[in-house]
Structure formats: C-alpha cells, structure tokens
Nanobody
Framework: QVQLVESGGGSVQPGESLKLSCAAS????????IGWFRQAPGKEREGISC????????YYVNDVKGRFTTSRDKALNTVFLQVDSLKPEDTAVYYC??????????????????WGQGTQVSVSS
C-alpha cells in the first residue's frame, strides 16, 4: 500500500522550531520528488518547498526561505522539513506529497500523485 505519513507537528511559541517528517511506505523515494504544502484555516493549500529525487536540489517559496530547510534520508525513506523561527502566520496543517518529476511545477497541487494526511503546526504566544 502506497502511503505518506507526516509527523512532528505541535503547538509552539513564536521563534521556536519543529522538525516535520514525511515517511514513505509501499514505494521508494529514490524515484519521487517530495513537495511540502501547508493550508491555513480559510485559505488555499500552498506549496512551500520541494526536494528533487534526482539530485536533492531544494526549492522554497520566499515566505519560508532562510527559515525552513528540506532534507531527505534515503535509508529511512523519509523527507524532513526543519521549520525554524516560527511565526504565528506559519500556523497551518502541513502536508507532504510525491511526484515522479524533478519538482516540476512544484507549487501546483495537481502535479502530485500521493498525499499524506497532514500534521498540524500551531504558533502562538
């Protein structure tokens, strides 16, 4: 069964950090690029990062560049999203998704084949 499972979300104060995980099962991430998305209440799901399967190149939206870092561990078949210097506006459900291209059109939800169930990140003082 093909599955992506996110974990690592939580409730934190502004300025704190979390490390989100996206674990794949039923397929290998060696041939899939992984995108990270988030969806805040009342807003559309937005793409924030992608890591390419072929060379590990990462892409970020400007809002998170310098604060968020995407990485992968092939042995664990897992991709991580390190989120630092969190702000209240980062509050959202965070999702990972897999595509068979090298992050082509990575900010578009329609470019992805599989999705995880999401993990909640809440930032407030």
């Amino acid at each position: 069964q093909v599955q992506l499972v996110e974990s690592g979300g939580g409730s934190v104060q502004p300025g704190e950090s979390l490390k989100l995980s996206c674990a794949a099962s039923g397929f290998t991430l060696d041939w899939y690029s992984i995108g990270w998305f988030r969806q805040a209440p009342g807003k559309e799901r937005e793409g924030i990062s992608c890591i390419s399967f072929s060379d590990g190149v990462t892409y970020y939206v400007n809002d998170v560049k310098g604060r968020f870092t995407t990485s992968r561990d092939k042995a664990l078949n897992t991709v991580f999203l390190q989120v630092d210097s969190l702000k209240p506006e980062d509050t959202a459900v965070y999702y990972c998704a897999a595509q068979t291209y090298g992050c082509a059109g990575w900010r578009e939800t329609t470019e992805y084949d599989f999705w995880g169930q999401g993990t909640q990140v809440s930032v407030s003082s």
